[in-house]
């Protein structure tokens, strides 16, 4: 059996589930287990994320997509070297992955035609499915199910001990910064789990362009700064644009101290086994009393803390 993932979460999902000597074919934005990157790469970008800001990216994408052009790029020569008999992909959002059509039509110049697995998890939920789907599909049942399992086991962990709290703050969760989005599909579910009410962002629908008017009537105690594919570096890189937004200044969240930069990227982006993660990480963010255990390093930082360090660090 020889597996091509078109994206990085399909490719968490396959080491997880003890496939990684079955992968033959990652993207350029796999990155995770740190061993992926020996893999051959048969997808890459037009994009250049390092080099373009978020308002940039979202210009360039939009421009692609009026032209009806792909911001990915199929390498079909190394498709065919890798020769695979599954693929898998999403349709869940164009921006995130190569598009269905492109995908079977790629599959087809191959000359025997893979098997083609399209995940699109708009729910927390969902996503735990969705390891049992590649899991069925790759033979592998038993072992999604087991991963499922301990997932759930902390997630029902998490669900008990917010029973003697009866606060659940108001989060906003910003996807992009400029334009600005809310966190759509499971990320308002995440805010949810773990002990918050989301506001502006609907749970299992699109994240979707805001008004920062609109973010400051909904008042909220805490704003968790997760731009879709960024790290916290990449995060801290373009604060600036936020800064110079009056209402942001007047944000409940903003004035209690209570703004957070988290790794969006690992923890939040991505429909994977990591999801998880990013949800004990914002119970522990909104109720430090009642989580404080392990939290992976570096996985999020508070603004105004950060801020105040490098200040006094010169």
């Given at each position: 059996?020889?597996?091509?993932?078109?994206?990085?979460?399909?490719?968490?999902?396959?080491?997880?589930?003890?496939?990684?000597?079955?992968?033959?074919?990652?993207?350029?934005?796999?990155?995770?287990?740190?061993?992926?990157?020996?893999?051959?790469?048969?997808?890459?970008?037009?994009?250049?994320?390092?080099?373009?800001?978020?308002?940039e990216?979202?210009?360039?994408?939009?421009?692609?997509?009026?032209?009806?052009?792909?911001t990915?790029?199929i390498?079909?020569?190394?498709?065919?070297?890798?020769?695979?008999?599954?693929?898998?992909?999403?349709?869940?959002?164009?921006?995130?992955?190569?598009?269905?059509?492109?995908?079977?039509?790629?599959?087809?110049?191959?000359?025997?035609?893979?098997?083609?697995?399209?995940?699109?998890?708009?729910?927390?939920?969902?996503?735990?499915?969705?390891?049992?789907?590649?899991?069925?599909?790759?033979?592998?049942?038993?072992?999604?199910?087991?991963?499922?399992?301990?997932?759930?086991?902390?997630?029902?962990?998490?669900?008990?001990?917010?029973?003697?709290?009866?606060?659940?703050?108001?989060?906003?969760?910003?996807?992009?910064?400029?334009?600005?989005?809310?966190?759509?599909?499971?990320?308002?579910?995440?805010?949810?789990?773990a002990?918050?009410?989301?506001?502006?962002?609907?749970?299992?629908?699109?994240?979707?362009?805001?008004?920062?008017?609109?973010?400051?009537?909904?008042?909220?105690?805490?704003?968790?700064?997760?731009?879709?594919?960024?790290?916290?570096?990449?995060?801290?890189?373009?604060?600036?644009?936020?800064?110079?937004?009056?209402?942001?200044?007047?944000?409940?969240?903003?004035r209690?101290?209570?703004?957070?930069?988290?790794?969006?990227?690992?923890?939040?982006?991505?429909?994977?086994?990591r999801?998880?993660?990013?949800?004990?990480?914002?119970?522990?963010?909104?109720?430090?009393?009642?989580?404080?255990?392990?939290?992976?390093?570096?996985?999020?930082?508070?603004?105004?803390?950060?801020?105040?360090?490098?200040?006094?660090?010169?």
């Open positions: 059996m020889r597996i091509c993932s078109f994206l990085p979460s399909a490719t968490e999902i396959v080491y997880a589930l003890g496939l990684e000597k079955n992968l033959v074919g990652i993207t350029h934005e796999c990155d995770y287990p740190p061993e992926v990157s020996e893999k051959p790469r048969v997808i890459d970008s037009f994009l250049k994320p390092d080099e373009l800001n978020s308002r990216i979202d210009e360039l994408v939009a421009k692609n997509k009026e032209q009806g052009k792909s990915y790029l390498e079909l020569e190394k498709l065919k070297e890798a020769s695979p008999d599954i693929i898998i992909t999403q349709g869940l959002c164009e921006v995130c992955a190569v598009s269905g059509n492109e995908v079977i039509d790629a599959a087809k110049a191959l000359g025997s035609m893979p098997d083609i697995i399209s995940l699109e998890p708009k729910t927390v939920g969902e996503v735990l499915e969705s390891f049992i789907t590649v899991g069925v599909a790759t033979n592998k049942k038993a072992e999604a199910e087991e991963l499922c399992d301990k997932l759930n086991i902390r997630l029902d962990s998490i669900k008990r001990k917010l029973e003697i709290e009866d606060e659940h703050p108001k989060v906003f969760c910003l996807e992009w910064f400029d334009p600005p989005y809310v966190g759509g599909h499971w990320v308002p579910e995440m805010v949810e789990l002990g918050g009410e989301p506001v502006l962002g609907i749970k299992g629908e699109p994240s979707f362009k805001i008004k920062w008017e609109d973010v400051l009537r909904s008042l909220p105690r805490f704003t968790i700064v997760m731009p879709c594919g960024y790290d916290i570096d990449k995060s801290l890189d373009e604060m600036d644009m936020v800064l110079s937004v009056e209402q942001w200044h007047k944000l409940p969240s903003t209690k101290g209570h703004a957070y930069i988290v790794d969006a990227n690992s923890y939040f982006s991505r429909p994977g086994p999801i998880v993660t990013g949800i004990e990480i914002l119970a522990h963010i909104l109720h430090p009393d009642l989580f404080s255990g392990d939290i992976p390093p570096n996985s999020f930082i508070n603004y105004r803390n950060y801020i105040y360090l490098q200040d006094f660090l010169g």
